[in-house]
C-alpha cells in the first residue's frame, strides 16, 4: 500500500514534522511493506518558517524580539532558497503565538503583535526584498496594531499619546499617522497567507470565534469586538481601506487587517501560497490512501484547516482520507461532506489535557497503527469477495 501521510502540527503539542514521524511508525508497524511519502503540512502557522526554509533549501535566522505579553523571547525568520528575489518568511506565531501566552496570562486584551512587526523589520534590516507573513496559531486580538507600531504607525488617542499594547486599547484610539512608517515598506513586496474565512468583525470576527479561545470571557469578548470596531471606523477614515468585513483580515487576531491597511500587504488564502511549495498534487495522483492530522475536529475545520483541504486535494484523485485528532469536538461529522472519508480520536481512555499532550506521539503512533490495521481488514474482505465472485 502507497501511503501519503500530511498532517499538520497539533497546537502546543506535535510540530508537523514530529507528527508525521508519529504516523509513519504507526503505519509501518501495522504494514511493514507500506511505501511512505511524508509531507508534513503548514498552514501558516507554527512550523511555517521552517517548513517553507526546508523545502528550498533555505536558511534559518533567529532573533531575540517582544513576546505577545510583552517580554522578550527568542524568534526567528528565514529567507527561502532558489528564489529570484531575496524572499524572507515569517511565521507571526514565533513572536505572537499562543504558545508564548502563559497560562495564567491568556488575556487577550493586552496581548500584543509588536513583535512580529520587528521580525519584518529584522527582515528588512538583513536585505529582504519579498517577504511572506504566515498568519496562524496566535495568541493576540489586536488587529496587528502592535505589529504596526513596531514599525512607525503612531496610533494615537485623544490627548495625543500613544496607545499601549493589546487590543483593548484600541478602544481609545483617536488617530492613525503614518508619517513615520518604516520607509522601507515601500519598496518590498508582503504577501501575507491568511485563513480567507476570517474576518474581524461581525459575528464571525476573530474576536467572538477566537477570544474564548484565548481566554477571553464572554464580556471581554464583547469589549473587543467594540474596540475592534474603533480600529476598524479610524483605519477607513485616515487611511482609506474599509477592512471590517474583508476576507482575511480576521486573519491571527486580526493580524491581516493591520498587515494589509497599514504596512501595505497583500492578502492571500493560505494555501495559495503553501501550495506553491509543497508538491502536494503529483504525489496524490500516486497513493492509495492519505492519513492527516490535527488537535481538534470540529465544525471549524472546513474554515481553512488542513485536513479539509488535503481531503478536499485527495478526491479529485479518487483518494481515501483519514484524519486522526487530538479531540473530537461538535459538529466533527460535517467534514464528510468536505472530503474526508473516516476520522478518529487518538485518545482512547480518559485522560487530561496535560497527560495527552505529554503522551501525544503514542498516541498518534497507536492511533495510526489501529487505523491503517482496519484499513488492512477491509483491504482483506474486498480481496476475498473479488475473489469468490470470480470463482462463480
Known amino acids: 500500500m502507497r501511503v501519503l501521510i500530511a498532517p499538520s502540527g497539533f497546537k502546543e503539542g506535535l510540530s508537523a514534522p514530529q507528527a508525521a514521524d508519529c504516523i509513519e511508525h504507526g503505519v509501518l508497524t501495522a504494514m511493514p511493506d507500506a511505501q511512505i511519502t511524508k509531507i508534513p503540512m503548514v498552514d501558516g ?16 535566522h533567529h532573533a531575540r524580539v517582544t513576546g505577545p505579553v510583552v517580554d522578550m523571547v527568542d524568534a526567528h525568520f528565514g529567507f527561502l532558497g532558489g528564489s529570484d528575489r531575496k524572499t524572507a518568511v515569517i511565521e507571526m506565531a514565533a513572536a505572537a503565538g499562543l504558545r508564548l501566552v502563559p497560562k495564567d496570562r491568556r488575556d487577550p486584551r493586552h496581548t500584543t503583535s509588536f513583535g512580529v512587526g520587528e521580525l519584518i523589520s529584522h527582515a528588512l534590516d538583513a536585505g529582504a526584498e519579498r517577504i511572506i507573513v504566515g498568519c496562524g496559531d496566535s495568541g493576540i486580538n489586536d488587529g496587528g496594531a502592535g505589529m504596526a507600531q513596531a514599525l512607525g ?25 503614518l508619517s513615520d512608517r518604516d520607509p522601507r515598506l515601500d519598496g ?19 474576536a467572538r470565534v477566537f477570544g474564548p479561545q484565548k481566554g477571553a470571557t464572554p464580556a471581554q469578548v464583547e469589549e473587543l469586538e467594540r474596540s475592534l470596531e474603533t480600529y476598524a471606523a479610524l483605519i477607513r477614515r485616515d487611511v482609506g481601506p ?28 493560505r494555501y495559495d501560497i503553501v501550495m506553491q511549495y509543497f508538491d502536494i498534487e503529483r504525489q496524490l495522483r500516486k497513493v492509495d490512501l492519505v492519513l492527516t492530522a490535527e488537535g481538534r475536529l470540529d465544525d471549524q475545520t472546513p474554515y481553512g484547516k488542513v485536513p479539509v483541504e488535503v481531503a478536499t486535494r485527495a478526491k479529485r484523485h479518487g483518494v481515501p482520507v483519514i484524519v486522526l485528532a487530538g479531540s473530537i469536538g461538535k459538529g466533527a461529522y460535517t467534514n464528510l461532506n468536505h472530503g474526508i472519508d473516516a476520522y478518529a480520536s487518538i485518545i482512547k481512555a480518559p485522560c487530561s489535557l496535560d497527560e495527552a499532550m505529554v503522551s ?31 470463482t462463480g
Open 153 to 177: 504607525v503612531r496610533l494615537i488617542d485623544d490627548c495625543g499619546q500613544h496607545l499601549g499594547p493589546g487590543g483593548s486599547e484600541l478602544a481609545r484610539l483617536h488617530h492613525i499617522d
Open 188 to 206: 518590498v513586496r508582503i504577501d501575507a497567507a491568511v485563513n480567507w474565512k476570517n474576518v474581524l468583525l461581525g459575528r464571525r470576527g476573530v
Open 360 to 390: 501525544g506521539c503514542k498516541l498518534l503512533t497507536h492511533a495510526a497503527e489501529h487505523a491503517v490495521r482496519m484499513v488492512g481488514i477491509g483491504a482483506g474482505l474486498s480481496d476475498q469477495a473479488t475473489a469468490l465472485a470470480a
Open 45 to 60: 502557522g507554527e512550523g511555517f518558517t521552517r517548513g517553507l526554509v526546508a523545502i528550498t533549501g533555505g536558511t534559518l
Open 242 to 269: 474599509d477592512i471590517g468585513r474583508e476576507p482575511g483580515c480576521g486573519a491571527s487576531g486580526g493580524l491581516g487587517a493591520g498587515l494589509k491597511a497599514l504596512i501595505g500587504a497583500r492578502l492571500h488564502p
